[in-house]
């Protein structure tokens, strides 16, 4: 009983209701103890090492980013996130330093995306997720940059997110610019600001 209730100290100061099978070795627990919670029912495994609390409020945004820590919620998935596509992803998209690799990313509903490490930090933010939990993803300037610069993003969406973003009280032009010539999509940028403003 003492294993539980010191679990259950570990769940109560996540305030998330997750635990890592390493947080249950620092405490000086065996992890079989977590094996014991699945199967009564209490937990459930989300991915290895990363278990939830049955009764949880499950957030994919945010359980995805405590697995993949690297990970910044980008393209697509940002744009919905940060309120700028009202059509929420099928699959989430993910963008990773290159040279990253995590074989269980193929397993998972994602869509990856990697970047030169010079790329990597620049834009990210904290927000929180629609469930109020903290995740990482990429500012709005950089997404636009990032949508324009690849493919597969629907023309839709970034004509919708372009117009959004003109009419902005918030937009930042001088900071749009800057990223579309650090990522090299400055002319692709200037067609739609010169079409929309």
């Known amino acids: 009983m003492r294993c539980k209730e010191k679990i259950e100290e570990l769940l109560e100061a996540s305030e998330d209701g997750t635990v890592t099978a390493a947080q ?4 000086g627990l065996h992890r079989s103890i ?15 090492g990363l278990y939830v609390r049955s009764d949880a409020w499950e957030d994919d945004f945010y ?41 269980s ?7 990856v995306k990697r970047v030169v ?26 997404t636009l940059c990032d ?12 004509g919708e997110a372009m117009r959004r973003y003109a009419a902005s009280r918030d937009k ?4 749009l610019m800057q990223y579309a010539d650090r990522l090299r999509v400055k002319p692709k940028v200037l067609r739609y600001m010169e079409v929309l403003l």
């Open 24 to 27: 249950v070795t620092e405490a």
């Open 34 to 48: 977590l094996q014991e919670l699945v199967r009564d029912g209490e937990m459930y495994r989300f991915a290895r």
């Open 63 to 103: 359980l995805l980013q405590r697995r993949y820590g690297r990970g910044i919620y980008s393209h697509d998935t940002a744009l919905y996130l940060l309120g700028y596509s009202d059509r929420a992803p099928a699959k989430y998209t993910m963008t990773f330093p290159k040279g990253y690799h995590a074989p």
């Open 105 to 111: 990313l193929n397993r998972e509903n994602l869509i």
């Open 117 to 142: 490490p010079d790329h990597y930090e620049f834009g990210r933010i904290k927000i929180g997720s629609p469930s109020g939990n903290p995740i990482c993803v990429y500012d709005l300037e950089r």
């Open 147 to 158: 949508i324009l610069r690849g493919s597969g993003s629907d023309i839709q969406i970034i």
């Open 172 to 175: 930042n032009i001088y900071k």
